[in-house]
């Protein structure tokens, strides 16, 4: 029982370390790649949808991402998605083609990115807490049907503590590695 509960909460909390660090991805650090606009949603009749699922996202350059939507009328609407995404770009389209050039980051800009790469890094180390507290209601309802006595109960608790322990540190671990990669000019 207490290995199946912890079981789970570490495969939880796996899967939170992961979604953390595929966000940390995104987040750009001065050079183009396409997986920048892999979270930009865009209004496709009426439903929201990355702007990968209605457009060919490329790099034109080192500089520069080409995005070229598959429906002509889709290229206001993605040119608009990506204008109003929080990452600070200035598409341009030209013809069918629309170009989103990586402006230099300021030092201004790198603070902004690190407030918003700790602001995820926080949401990763809650959805950990929120794993532990779910495992230890399981380990307290355990308890309440007899399946497991309070010392299990204790010893179960102190070992999801200690996993949430390690991956709240690897959370922190690579948020200073995207924390000094921004603040590297």
């Given at each position: 029982?207490i290995?199946?509960?912890k079981?789970?909460a ?18 750009r ?10 979270h930009?949603?865009?209004?496709y009749y ?19 991402i ?13 040119e ?6 929080d990452?600070?770009?200035n598409?341009?389209a ?12 300021t ?5 902004d990115?690190?407030?918003?790469v700790?602001?995820?890094a926080?949401?990763a ?13 399981e ?5 309440k049907?007899k ?22 540190a ?9 924390e ?6």
């Amino acid at each position: 029982m207490i290995s199946e509960v912890k079981r789970s909460a570490e495969h939880k909390m796996q899967k939170s370390l992961e979604a953390f660090k595929a966000d940390l991805a995104k987040v750009r650090t001065g050079r183009a790649h396409t997986g920048l606009l892999d979270h930009v949603m865009v209004d496709y009749y009426g439903s929201e949808v990355p702007v990968n699922q209605v457009a060919n996202v490329t790099l034109i350059d080192a500089r520069t991402i080409g995005v070229q939507p598959w429906e002509k009328p889709m290229l206001a609407k993605v040119e608009k998605a990506i204008r109003d995404s929080d990452l600070g770009l200035n598409p341009a389209a030209m013809g069918d083609i629309i170009r989103v050039p990586m402006p230099m980051l300021t030092e201004e800009r790198r603070k902004d990115l690190i407030k918003v790469v700790r602001g995820e890094a926080e949401d990763a180390r809650v959805a950990v807490r929120n794993v532990r507290r779910d495992a230890n209601n399981e380990f307290k309802n355990l308890l309440k049907d007899k399946s497991i006595t309070e010392d299990e109960e204790r010893r179960g608790q102190d070992e999801i503590q200690k996993l949430t322990d390690k991956y709240t540190a690897e959370i922190d671990k690579a948020l200073a590695v995207k924390e000094n990669e921004l603040l590297a000019v």
